[in-house]
């Protein structure tokens, strides 16, 4: 039996150490869009970024597979005052290169130590953007909707830590390796208004936050410590959704909300490997305009977003540099959107749309309005990824699983994103091995169906 004053002393001994760790984890980063693996049709984006603890010249060297001549990409020194963040970035063509590499940073301090920084990349030879396959997924918490989340809500909010470990576990076993947390924060009330402000935000959040002290009613205290630990584990990659201040909401008051909450979940999670980036939560449609009636107000809206992401970039790349932002947006109204697209995505490092398989009449079809945000990303050097819609609409809008054929249809019909992710993994999916279920028995069926597609496309590539 260990003495309470032995106990105490390890657990300010553990606290030290995670501190150490958090700050080690947090002067260097590397970072690659996309991560974990690409087709060779698609460029690596390499960031290699640093936040120094101590004013002098730091010496970054980026490399693949070797820091001998033969694996160099590029380095560049750089005087640097305490505190102030850097990035070097380096474009990678992947062509012919098929397999398993590994992009190696190092940064020389000015007291003549090394930091070093690993990333493994697959390189898929393919001759279509997309990789043809799911490669990771939303993880909401507890569904936003009480109406869609019908048949799985009750189930969700009872998971244990234990339980969000194994989540994490199948959808590794499943090649969805990139976790998207849907929101970090629930603020019911104030579902699509505008008029919400930090002073009388009543959000709730999903983990201890400090800054708010309203708590989801879920069973884990600490979800988002349970996925990022077991995420790391495995090498996989999650964007915490720093949201949810209001739906569709980018005012300056959301944006003061956002800086709040992303510096809070920056600095309690940032040292997990696992951490990738910033999902911000509130969406928007196509057109950027939030579909307001008025001329007056379409022009506000559009205004507001770019703003936001102006400033919100800013702000996360002096926090954690070279680390992307990503913004999941509909499909619809795109044309519309044409005038902000290009001055948006200078800000915004990932979009990713959804919708494509249900565009209205009159509008242009799934396939048109890709190849336009692919155009208008590629011009601003954004990233394009494809959001799959891995549900359908039952007669009283509760969600249930899509059928296998759907899904495949959206994988080989739009083959121009780099990456493709699906909403959402949980009352979706679900393992046949589990004891417990998140949602109906058919979510165990579209989990061996799409395996068994992985299957059959692992073949082919082989072959």
Same mark, same amino acid.
């Given at each position: 039996?260990?003495?309470?004053?032995?106990?105490?002393?390890?657990?300010?001994? *553990?606290?030290?150490?995670?501190?150490?760790?958090? *700050?080690?984890?947090? +002067?260097?980063?590397?970072?690659?869009?996309?991560?974990?693996?690409?087709?060779?049709?698609?460029?690596?984006?390499?960031?290699?970024?640093?936040?120094?603890?101590?004013?002098?010249?730091?010496?970054?060297?980026?490399?693949?597979? +070797?820091?001998?001549?033969?694996?160099?990409?590029?380095?560049?020194?750089?005087?640097?005052?305490?505190?102030?963040?850097?990035?070097?970035?380096?474009?990678?063509? @992947?062509?012919?290169?098929?397999?398993?590499?590994?992009?190696?940073?190092?940064?020389?301090?000015?007291?003549?130590?090394? #930091?070093?920084?690993?990333?493994?990349?697959?390189?898929?030879?393919?001759?279509?953007?997309?990789?043809?396959?799911?490669?990771?997924?939303?993880?909401?918490?507890?569904?936003?909707?009480?109406?869609?989340?019908?048949?799985?809500?009750?189930?969700?909010?009872?998971?244990?830590?234990?339980?969000?470990?194994?989540?994490? &576990?199948?959808?590794? !076993?499943? =090649?969805?390796?990139?976790?998207?947390?849907? /929101?970090?924060?629930?603020?019911?009330?104030? @579902?699509?208004?505008?008029? @919400?402000?930090?002073? +009388?935000?009543?959000?709730?959040?999903?983990?201890?936050?400090?800054?708010?002290?309203?708590?989801?009613? @879920?069973?884990?205290?600490?979800?988002?410590?349970?996925?990022?630990?077991? *995420?790391?584990?495995?090498?996989?990659?999650?964007?915490?959704?720093?949201? #949810?201040?209001?739906?569709?909401?980018?005012? /300056?008051?959301?944006?003061?909300?956002?800086?709040?909450?992303?510096?809070?979940?920056?600095?309690?999670? =940032?040292?997990?490997?696992?951490?990738?980036?910033?999902?911000?939560?509130?969406?928007?449609?196509?057109?950027?305009?939030?579909? /307001?009636?008025?001329?007056?107000?379409?022009?506000?809206?559009?205004?507001?977003?770019?703003?936001?992401?102006?400033?919100?970039? *800013?702000?996360?790349?002096?926090?954690?540099?070279?680390?992307?932002?990503?913004?999941?947006?509909?499909?619809?109204?795109?044309?519309?959107? +044409?005038?902000?697209?290009?001055? #948006?995505?200078?800000?915004?490092?990932?979009?990713?749309?959804? =919708?494509f398989a249900r565009m209205p009449e009159g509008d242009l079809t799934g396939r048109e309005a890709?190849?336009?945000?692919?155009?208008?990303?590629?011009?601003?050097?954004?990233?394009?990824?494809?959001?799959?819609?891995?549900?359908?609409?039952?007669?009283?809008?509760?969600?249930?699983?899509?059928?296998?054929?759907?899904?495949?249809?959206?994988?080989?019909?739009?083959? !121009?994103?780099?990456?493709?992710?699906?909403?959402?993994?949980?009352?979706?999916?679900?393992?046949?091995?589990?004891?417990?279920?998140?949602?109906? /028995?058919?979510?165990?069926?579209?989990? &061996?169906?799409?395996?068994k597609y992985l299957n059959v496309s692992s073949m082919k590539r082989t072959k």
């Amino acid at each position: 039996m260990i003495h309470p004053a032995m106990k105490s002393f390890l657990l300010i001994i *553990a606290m030290a150490f995670s501190a150490l760790l958090s *700050a080690a984890g947090q +002067t260097a980063r590397l970072t690659l869009i996309p991560p974990l693996s690409v087709t060779a049709s698609v460029p690596v984006e390499i960031r290699a970024g640093i936040v120094p603890e101590e004013a002098g010249e730091y010496d970054i060297t980026v490399s693949i597979d +070797t820091e001998d001549d033969d694996g160099f990409l590029c380095s560049q020194k750089a005087r640097l005052s305490e505190g102030e963040a850097y990035c070097l970035e380096h474009s990678l063509s @992947v062509a012919g290169m098929a397999g398993k590499h590994r992009i190696i940073m190092s940064v020389k301090t000015p007291d003549g130590k090394v #930091l070093r920084r690993t990333e493994d990349i697959t390189v898929l030879e393919s001759g279509r953007r997309s990789p043809g396959t799911i490669d990771g997924a939303w993880m909401g918490l507890y569904h936003w909707s009480e109406t869609e989340g019908k048949m799985w809500n009750d189930d969700i909010r009872k998971l244990t830590a234990r339980q969000w470990r194994m989540l994490v &576990r199948d959808m590794h !076993s499943l =090649g969805m390796d990139i976790i998207v947390i849907q /929101e970090v924060f629930r603020n019911q009330m104030y @579902v699509g208004r505008h008029d @919400v402000t930090t002073a +009388t935000y009543e959000g709730r959040a999903f983990y201890p936050s400090e800054i708010y002290p309203g708590r989801m009613p @879920v069973r884990t205290e600490d979800p988002l410590e349970a996925i990022f630990s077991e *995420a790391d584990r495995l090498g996989m990659k999650v964007f915490p959704g720093i949201g #949810l201040f209001a739906w569709f909401d980018f005012s /300056e008051e959301s944006l003061a909300w956002h800086k709040l909450v992303a510096e809070e979940i920056w600095n309690r999670y =940032g040292h997990h490997k696992s951490f990738y980036g910033f999902y911000v939560s509130e969406e928007s449609v196509g057109s950027l305009d939030n579909c /307001e009636p008025e001329v007056r107000l379409r022009k506000l809206r559009k205004k507001q977003i770019t703003d936001f992401f102006r400033e919100f970039d *800013a702000f996360c790349e002096k926090m954690a540099p070279g680390m992307p932002i990503m913004l999941a947006t509909n499909s619809m109204g795109v044309m519309n959107g +044409t005038d902000t697209y290009p001055e #948006l995505l200078e800000h915004l490092d990932i979009l990713c749309p959804f =919708g494509f398989a249900r565009m209205p009449e009159g509008d242009l079809t799934g396939r048109e309005a890709a190849d336009v945000l692919q155009e208008l990303c590629d011009a601003a050097g954004a990233h394009l990824w494809f959001d799959l819609e891995a549900f359908l609409f039952n007669p009283d809008m509760s969600l249930y699983p899509r059928d296998i054929s759907g899904i495949v249809d959206d994988l080989t019909l739009l083959d !121009s994103f780099e990456k493709i992710l699906c909403y959402q993994y949980p009352g979706v999916f679900n393992s046949p091995c589990r004891s417990f279920i998140v949602g109906e /028995e058919r979510t165990r069926t579209l989990f &061996r169906e799409y395996r068994k597609y992985l299957n059959v496309s692992s073949m082919k590539r082989t072959k």
